[in-house]
């Protein structure tokens, strides 16, 4: 039986639950250990004037202080700019941002060192706000344009929004959002005998990690392994920023020829790394009077903190996400990253879809009451239409095709009882007094591939011992997702295995050199490929072997590799198919005859391509699809809202482990709904995070998530490429938590008249309180007395 | 008197003297003595399965199992807490049951099994915590069947996970059968256990960290610890009156964060919770005795029936491992302007009885708050227990907790309202608000304005307008000053609906 399709166990499922899985404070103590610690900016903006480490030094247990002067390298990096600096030598550009690393036998000693270490600084007026930066022309790379085929003549732009019937516009604000994975910033360097460096750590990139070490400590990228075997959640998060603790305790390593760690406090995790960028996006739409689009104007601005690290990418996948799943005949988008005293923010599982996404959603649900028909309705309407050439060409110029967008939308609205609920819906609230609710639908069309077209590539090593067993390795790294499971499962179905017989190796460059983030939904797409095309390389010659063992004269058998049949853990040729060798046993036979049973894979996506300078191209694959149906209840006293039911469907192709993608798609869709109501960053004017902890910053807990929750997938027989015909499935979903955002709109917009009311990211119960006191002059109504 | 903290871990014994009593349970478990200056050596191996990730028992990931023994039932009973804000110190004469020590040889048990099969897992960094807090559920379970979904809900408020959105945790959770789950209690040998705890006996025990801290040149010694647990009260208000700087620890849920946040590092350490007669809650005379030592979680047990309103909120103070281990007094000897606890109490008329050597005194609670964070409290005294008169029937008691997010949540706004109702006529009204200055504070015009007549919506948000007028709160990451006031007025006309009028009707649409 094919292990694909299977809903196998996560392959660490049993070390979760037994505490045996190990992270890297886990990891056994090594002899003469560090703990490493970091002093930190004090101000957001400013010069460093001095820095006292006498006090510091004193400290009994400490063992070195270093700062950039003790780099080996260049004090300079970043994935797509090297504005940023490892270690603050002069300039310090936001709270925290790390100035002297500390390495001590105690972390009570590294603590006490961090209490003593004097930072002079000449405190400037800080950039904090995206109002900020435009006022003082403080940005990160060049704007970025793109705009549809048939929108490039201005003055046939300008009048198709002249002359349409309706027009909408406004300014749409979303906030950031803070990864939360729940092991922090983590990394252990240990230095080699000739002075190379070994680090394990917390990360979504392997080679980043490697490369980044290497240059600061000016060393070859040969001198610097880096492996992960595991985190405890990364969320994009770990995709270049898991650099700070890998460059601390590789160069503490360095320096003092001892091991050395760091994970970082929850505190220091939150207030000096990066997190989704919040945005501003100024909109003018223009509509027929079906609410169908007609043209559109969208310039998002993105808060990008500090340095670039991948603020300009991420704009990137906000312009290519402007559509979402809707065909919008004249379309210009502008992005421009701010630059501002924050930390650099960096990627966020959806990596900003969801900041392009909620406009143009949040836009639809205003056309609809504009234009006086259902929200749904407007949707449908204006949904990409697989097969009209008229309907399916994006804004960037690629094709949408082979989906099933307008049968998710028609099977979620009898499935959710969508119509029947509306009406409900519309009779609470005219019966209510106390309490308003909302019902919405959203979509989601998401791109699957690196938008940067080389880094959709992979490598992947195969090994097949003379038992039978094999060893994969590949550049993907497992950060709960189950990339490790799936891979499992692909690589079992090659050899006709059962899965325990693979075994997933941790993520290293060793093994796997040159290899992308595990990011952009993609992880399995790229690294199931390459392991498929290494298996494919090994199974080939063990055909060419195996022909000729079961070649027979006297039966009248040829050799013929095409007849050999390697499945059900044995090997035979399906011309006598009683004749089967055990797979253990053909193995060690193969080696005997010196048949090489290992060998590396590649893989790089076909198709791909996008000019950057044009804004044209085809970025993406395929598309993962989707749409969900939310329903709210708030109340109107207090703004408090609560999640009544949910009902999500999604194309996710066939799935390699249906348990776990069901995972990945309730998993993110939460994270969604986190974003869209609750979790919000606070910053005093100084700049300091306020929110730095889970006390302050809130995550949903589990009575936040619906009563009814019901998720379903949608078969789609168009979807024909792609490892074993599945979808990528890690991002997409966070995006339909937009529905509940919509859904609380939908409710604020019952107590509005015919405007439509106006509502931000996140739409905690202070901003709905707010929204709804503004909207009736004061949240409850005032009556008689009775 | 006893200079060593004796308790157990998973089975094995353990001993401790000096600067390991003094570790949060969590470092403690994964090895934290090496990590703080190499003091001493863990007994046996290191525990990594209890994992850190916030160290501000908000998320649940360092939840084990504490086992006491039970009332002449001779056994242990078992409820969870967080690790991460307990300390050693707590655990004398417990034994404490980690995700290690929840197997039975190879065989996973059936909560581990639930969550590998319902694919509960993802990263894994919080599922050692889940699985104990299921664990915890079944241990406590008294109903027939499987786990509801509300009991399971509220059980698992306190274990916060970044990737699964909860679904699939709970899908294990209803697969699991309390009356097929073996008792943490079988796994271990209980009888001997508690004969080794009888043997010890309850008297007093005191642990000093200078007993082992030898400087070694690696760390910088850390300051001394003079750790008492007291087995009566006479002995503990002796103690405090020569310890005057000492700090008085019931649940720890407040200081453990203190603590791991570097905010305080008290010198000296008194436990009340080991002083079986401050752990008592019974109604004397139609008033509640609740205990200084008496944890949240009994009371929420006995509230339910008796107060519903107090126990409504209560099931959203902290999360279930909070408590387990934090008690009333610790929340109002706390004194934090938005304790949950304290408006209800105030609006109840709750009094405080104290006592020292000197003596005892009572005092009403209103008076009991001088300022932010400031006490009516003698160096030597100490909250022996709280007095609250019952709510009568022509009470209604409403209590609100507003919050960002609804469990597990600092509050941004609490209001409690105590109008006494005669007819449609409003005879007495006593309002308390926290979250809106230095203390909670009572709304006294609003009450006024309310008094002696008749109970109408139009009355209450005429109240609601005066009490806005009453306050002058402040813009913090909780909320803006302006959210506040604008909660405290609506919350007036909400309670004349829940009153009144109709009632909230939360859940989804037929």
């Known amino acids: 039986m094919p292990s694909v399709g299977q809903s196998l166990p996560h392959d660490s499922a049993t070390g979760h639950v037994t505490g045996a899985a190990r992270y890297i404070d886990d990891l056994p103590r090594l002899d003469r250990e560090l703990c490493v610690d970091f002093v930190g900016s004090p101000v957001a903006a400013g010069r460093i004037r001095s820095l006292d480490l006498t006090a510091a030094r004193r400290v009994p247990g400490v063992v070195c202080l270093l700062t950039y002067n003790d780099l080996g390298g260049p004090n300079h990096f970043g994935p797509i700019i090297p504005d940023e600096p490892f270690l603050a030598a002069e300039e310090v550009a936001y709270v925290g941002q790390p100035i002297v690393v500390i390495a001590a036998e105690t972390v009570a000693a590294a603590r006490k060192a961090r209490e003593l270490v004097v930072v002079d600084v000449e405190e400037q007026k800080p950039i904090l706000s995206i109002d900020d930066a435009l006022q003082a022309s403080s940005f990160i790379g060049p704007e970025r344009r793109m705009v549809s085929p048939g929108a490039e003549n201005d003055a046939a732009f300008e009048e198709a929004l002249r002359s349409a019937p309706h027009t909408l516009s406004g300014r749409f604000f979303s906030g950031g959002q803070e990864q939360f994975y729940f092991e922090t910033q983590a990394a252990m360097s240990i230095r080699g005998e000739s002075g190379d460096i070994r680090v394990i750590s917390s990360t979504q990139n392997t080679t980043e990690t490697q490369a980044v070490v290497a240059e600061a400590l000016g060393l070859g990228m040969h001198e610097v392994v880096c492996e992960c075997h595991r985190m405890g959640g990364g969320f994009g998060g770990k995709e270049t920023q898991s650099a700070i603790t890998a460059v601390m305790t590789a160069l503490v390593a360095q320096r003092t020829g001892r091991p050395a760690r760091l994970t970082l406090r929850r505190g220091d995790d939150m207030r000096i790394t990066g997190k989704r960028h919040a945005y501003q996006t100024d909109y003018r739409v223009a509509f027929a009077k079906d609410g169908r689009l007609i043209a559109a104007v969208l310039a998002f601005y993105s808060n990008g903190g500090a340095f670039a690290d991948l603020s300009t990418s991420v704009m990137e996948r906000t312009m290519l996400h402007a559509d979402n799943a809707y065909h919008v005949p004249m379309l210009r988008v502008t992005g421009q990253v701010c630059r501002t005293n924050l930390p650099p923010n960096t990627a966020f599982r959806g990596f900003g879809g969801p900041q392009g996404v909620a406009v143009i959603e949040s836009v639809l649900e205003d056309i609809a009451k504009v234009v006086g028909r259902d929200a749904f309705d407007v949707r449908r309407t204006n949904l990409y239409r697989d097969g009209d050439d008229s309907r399916n060409v994006t804004h960037y110029g690629q094709i949408v095709r082979d989906h099933v967008m307008d049968e998710t939308f028609d099977r979620l609205a009898a499935s959710s009882s969508y119509r029947h609920r509306v009406v409900k819906v519309a009779e609470f609230n005219a019966a209510s007094r106390t309490h308003v609710k909302g019902i919405a639908i959203s979509a989601i069309k998401f791109g699957i591939s690196f938008t940067t077209k080389f880094l959709n590539q992979a490598n992947a090593l195969v090994n097949v011992y003379t038992d039978g067993t094999v060893q994969v390795s590949t550049g993907g790294t497992e950060m709960g997702q189950g990339l490790y499971t799936k891979i499992q499962q692909i690589v079992a179905d090659e050899f006709g295995l059962e899965p325990a017989r693979v075994r997933v190796m941790a993520t290293s460059s060793e093994k796997s050199n040159n290899t992308s983030p595990t990011a952009a939904s993609a992880g399995t797409d790229l690294n199931g490929m390459a392991a498929i095309d290494a298996c494919r390389k090994i199974t080939d010659r063990m055909r060419v072997y195996a022909a000729g063992l079961f070649a027979s004269a006297e039966r009248g058998l040829v050799a013929a590799p095409e007849h050999i049949v390697i499945d059900e853990g044995a090997v035979w040729d399906d011309r006598a198919p009683s004749h089967r060798l055990d797979f253990g046993q053909f193995c060690a036979m193969a080696r005997r005859e010196r048949v090489d049973i290992g060998a590396r894979g590649f893989y790089a996506t076909p198709g791909v391509d996008y000019n950057r300078e044009t804004g044209r191209g085809n970025p993406f694959f395929y598309y993962t699809t989707g749409a969900a149906v939310a329903e709210v209840t708030i109340d109107r006293f207090t703004g408090e809202l609560t999640f009544d039911r949910a009902d999500l469907s999604m194309d996710i192709g066939r799935a390699i482990n249906p348990g776990i993608d069901r995972g990945q798609v309730i998993g993110g869709f939460i994270q969604g709904v986190g974003w869209v109501t609750n979790e919000e960053l606070r910053y005093n004017d100084a700049g300091h995070l306020l929110s730095t902890g889970p006390t302050t910053y809130k995550i949903p807990n589990i009575t936040d998530t619906p009563r009814v929750f019901i998720v379903d997938f949608i078969d789609n027989p168009k979807h024909q490429k792609n490892v074993r015909l599945s979808k990528a499935v890690g991002e997409p979903p966070l995006m339909l938590g937009v529905a509940v955002w919509l859904a609380a709109k939908n409710a604020l917009q019952s107590l509005a008249g015919d405007e439509p009311v106006s509502l931000s990211i996140p739409a905690t119960s202070e901003e709905l309180l707010k929204r709804m006191a503004a909207l009736v002059d004061q949240a409850v109504p005032d009556e008689a007395i009775r | ?510």
């Open chain 2, 1 to 510: 008197m006893r200079d060593s903290l004796i308790f157990y871990v998973n089975g094995s014994r353990h001993e401790v003297r000096g600067e390991a009593a003094g570790l949060t349970l969590s470092d403690y478990l994964r090895g934290g003595e090496w990590l703080r200056g190499g003091c001493g050596s863990l007994q046996g191996d290191r525990l990594c399965g209890t994992k850190i990730a916030c160290a501000e028992g908000d998320c649940g990931a360092c939840t084990v199992l504490v086992g006491k023994p039970a009332d002449n039932s001779g056994s242990l009973t078992y409820q969870s807490i967080d690790a991460c804000i307990a300390f050693v110190y707590q655990m004398d004469r417990r034994q404490i049951v980690t995700v290690e020590g929840v197997q039975d040889g190879p065989t996973l048990s059936p909560v581990q099994q639930a969550m590998v099969d319902c694919h509960g897992s993802q990263c894994g960094f919080c599922t050692p915590g889940f699985v104990m807090a299921l664990q915890g559920l079944v241990e406590e379970s008294d109903d027939n069947g499987p786990l509801t979904d509300d009991a399971l809900r509220l059980g698992l408020s306190g274990n916060l996970c970044r990737c699964t959105g909860y679904s699939q945790i709970l899908d294990a959770g209803r697969r699991l059968d309390p009356e097929r789950v073996p008792s943490i209690s079988t796994r271990y040998e209980t009888a001997a256990m508690l004969a080794d705890f009888a043997t010890l006996g309850d008297g007093s025990v005191r642990v000093n960290s200078r007993d082992t801290h030898q400087s070694n040149g690696h760390a910088p010694a850390p300051p001394p610890v003079d750790i008492f647990l007291p087995s009566t009260l006479d002995e503990l208000l002796a103690h405090r009156a020569k310890h005057p700087d000492a700090r008085l620890i019931s649940g720890a849920t407040d200081i453990g964060v203190q603590f791991n946040h570097g905010r305080v590092a008290p010198p000296a350490i008194i436990t009340t919770q080991t002083v079986s007669e401050l752990n008592r809650l019974e109604v004397v005379d139609s008033e509640l005795v609740i205990g200084a030592a008496t944890p949240w979680s009994r009371v929420e047990a006995y509230a339910k029936d008796a107060i519903p309103a107090y126990h409504a909120i209560l099931t959203r103070f902290g999360s279930p491992q909070v408590r387990h281990a934090g008690t009333l007094v610790g929340n109002l000897a706390n004194a934090s302007p938005i304790a949950d606890s304290i408006p209800f109490h105030y609006v109840a008329q709750s009094t405080l009885e104290l006592a020292s050597v000197r003596g005892r005194r009572d005092i009403p609670i209103e008076e009991f708050y001088l300022g932010y964070k400031q006490l009516d409290l003698r160096r030597d005294e100490v909250i022996v227990a709280v007095r609250t008169p019952l709510p009568k029937e022509n009470v209604q008691l409403r209590l609100y907790k507003v919050s960002k997010r609804r469990d597990m949540d600092i509050s941004t706004v609490t209001l409690a309202f105590w109008l006494e109702v005669e007819g449609n006529f409003c005879t007495a009204a006593r309002i308390a608000a926290g979250g809106v200055g230095p203390t909670v504070v009572r709304l006294p015009r609003a009450e006024e304005s309310l008094i002696g007549r008749p109970l109408t919506l139009g009355a209450m948000q005429t109240a609601g307008r005066i009490a806005r007028d009453e306050i002058k709160p402040i813009s913090d990451v909780r909320g803006g000053a302006e959210y506040r006031l604008q909660l405290v007025q609506n919350l007036f006309a909400k309670c004349w609906h829940e009153v009144m009028g109709e009632e909230a009707f939360v859940g989804t649409t037929p």
